[in-house]
């Protein structure tokens, strides 16, 4: 009986709070952690792309290199990988970055960070999907500082053939990249933390595929826009019914005995 008469009681206090806790949180809806950006030509692999990762295998390809503290750890079925959603498939090779070893990364920071993809596909084979694509960074003694996963499943209908001179660029959004500037861009010393990455292509066959490290190609994504005057008007809406409910509940409530 209560329950009953509390929740009749603030009926029309609790209907508009929701209200406005809906508007409040599709302003500050949070965006992917990896999003695709660009194409760029990568014709003989320049000299500012600094390769992490390589993946081959038929049909299904996955690994991830990482910072143990010490070396640079290649995932393998003996080695398996510590990052969260990926089970090593084929063959995996690299190494992690230090971040003063990418150029112009340490001094334009992490909105400048690229991860490329580099496909190698015989000519007739379809396109590739890259399922994961999960970028971490760690301090020189192995401890995580800050990671940042692909939003969902991006697809290549042509990734090119052999190695291919197509590279598939992917960025951090505002949000993270404004973190991952916080906690490993910081300190003394920053320029000795370390890139790691880890990934699962599907659709592979051929060759070995490829990621790099960039921070010379692309341009950062822009800071969220300002909400629009309508949905500010539809917040403010929002706090004047419930300062409306407030009001006319007190009015209705019988003095006190």
Same mark, same amino acid.
């Given at each position: 009986?209560?329950?009953?008469?509390?929740?009749?009681?603030?009926?029309?206090?609790?209907?508009?709070?929701?209200?406005?806790?809906?508007?409040?949180?599709?302003?500050?809806?949070?965006?992917?952690?990896?999003?695709?950006?660009?194409?760029?030509?990568?014709?003989?692999?320049?000299?500012?792309?600094?390769?992490?990762?390589?993946?081959?295998?038929?049909?299904?390809?996955?690994?991830?290199?990482?910072?143990?503290?010490?070396?640079?750890? %290649?995932?393998?079925?003996?080695?398996?990988?510590?990052?969260?959603?990926?089970?090593?498939?084929?063959?995996?090779?690299?190494?992690?970055?230090? =971040?003063?070893? %990418?150029?112009?990364?340490?001094?334009?920071?992490?909105?400048?960070?690229?991860? =490329?993809?580099?496909?190698?596909?015989?000519?007739?084979?379809?396109?590739?999907?890259?399922?994961?694509?999960?970028?971490?960074?760690?301090?020189?003694?192995? %401890?995580?500082?800050?990671?940042?996963?692909?939003?969902?499943?991006?697809?290549?209908?042509?990734?090119?053939?052999?190695?291919?001179?197509?590279?598939?660029?992917?960025?951090?959004?505002?949000?993270?990249?404004?973190?991952?500037?916080?906690?490993?861009?910081?300190?003394?010393?920053?320029?000795?933390?370390? =890139?790691?990455?880890?990934?699962?292509?599907?659709?592979?066959?051929?060759?070995?595929?490829?990621?790099?490290?960039?921070?010379?190609?692309?341009?950062?994504?822009?800071?969220?826009?300002?909400?629009?005057?309508?949905?500010?008007?539809?917040?403010?809406?929002?706090?004047?019914?419930?300062?409306?409910?407030?009001?006319?509940?007190?009015?209705?409530?019988?003095?006190?005995?």
């Amino acid at each position: 009986m209560f329950m009953t008469t509390t929740a009749t009681k603030y009926k029309g206090v609790i209907l508009p709070v929701t209200f406005l806790l809906l508007v409040f949180g599709s302003l500050n809806r949070a965006y992917g952690d990896l999003l695709y950006q660009t194409t760029v030509d990568i014709n003989g692999s320049p000299g500012h792309l600094v390769q992490v990762l390589s993946l081959k295998n038929n049909g299904t390809e996955a690994g991830c290199v990482w910072w143990n503290g010490s070396t640079s750890q %290649v995932s393998s079925s003996a080695n398996p990988c510590p990052v969260s959603g990926i089970t090593n498939a084929g063959t995996t090779g690299g190494t992690t970055a230090t =971040i003063a070893s %990418v150029v112009g990364l340490a001094a334009n920071g992490a909105s400048y960070l690229s991860v =490329i993809f580099n496909g190698a596909e015989p000519g007739s084979a379809p396109g590739l999907t890259i399922e994961k694509l999960i970028l971490t960074f760690y301090d020189p003694s192995g %401890v995580t500082l800050y990671s940042a996963s692909l939003a969902s499943p991006y697809y290549i209908p042509d990734a090119g053939t052999g190695g291919g001179t197509s590279g598939f660029l992917f960025r951090m959004d505002y949000d993270q990249y404004t973190a991952a500037q916080a906690v490993a861009f910081s300190g003394p010393n920053f320029g000795q933390n370390r =890139i790691g990455l880890a990934a699962e292509v599907s659709g592979t066959a051929g060759a070995a595929e490829n990621f790099y490290l960039s921070a010379e190609l692309g341009t950062p994504f822009p800071e969220p826009a300002v909400p629009e005057p309508a949905s500010l008007l539809t917040v403010g809406t929002g706090l004047m019914g419930v300062a409306f409910f407030l009001k006319r509940r007190k009015r209705r409530s019988p003095p006190a005995a």
